[in-house]
């Protein structure tokens, strides 16, 4: 796929290889070249060593909690349990910047986000806007997440899969195509 086509930038890997590292280092090197750039990632949660749940993180630093594991009521996910009222707070006003001109981060397009009905019908507004998106979606592995599905074989996308041998040099590639599409985006 060239440059030109690719609207939007997709990685998809094993869970802990690196995607949301990936993202962060992406995120920096955009800013820093002030490409204007808008959205969200999540975070482990540990304690004593041990994962106890996932963080929702705007990159205007605010934060709250997207899962834990606990006697908590709500939607679960293996262990966890998701608090779709705290993923929303942080989550859904990004999407209000979808008329601006500036690049959309989403990580995680996954089970534990698509609870939420509000941030499905937003993702998948996002994908038909004239933003530029910068996101995350699960492996391929037991029943397909429509969503999920939609994302991965959109036509405006290109779907990186991230290994331990690319994950290293990879955010370069990806700074460099975003920075092509959103200036060309730009212009149009």
Do not use: W
């Amino acid at each position: 796929m060239s440059t030109s086509t690719v609207q939007h930038i997709i990685l998809t890997g094993s869970p802990g290889v690196g995607k949301t590292t990936i993202i962060q280092k992406v995120c920096s090197e955009l800013l820093r070249k002030d490409v204007p750039v808008k959205g969200f990632y999540t975070s482990e949660v540990r304690e004593k060593g041990k994962r106890i749940g996932f963080d929702v993180v705007s990159l205007a630093g605010e934060k709250s909690s997207l899962a834990r594991i606990g006697n908590i009521t709500g939607p679960k996910v293996g262990q966890y349990v998701v608090d779709l009222q705290s993923f929303e707070s942080v989550a859904l006003p990004i999407f209000k910047s979808l008329n601006e001109n500036s690049i959309i981060v989403i990580d995680e397009i996954g089970k534990m986000e698509l609870f939420s009905k509000s941030f499905e019908i937003a993702t998948k507004t996002a994908f038909s806007s004239r933003n530029t998106i910068l996101g995350t979606i699960p492996v391929q592995k037991g029943k397909p997440i429509p969503l999920v599905e939609f994302v991965r074989s959109h036509p405006s996308v290109k779907l990186i899969t991230v290994d331990m041998k690319n994950r290293d040099h990879i955010a370069d590639e990806i700074v460099q195509l975003l920075t092509s599409s959103f200036h060309d985006l730009g212009k149009k």
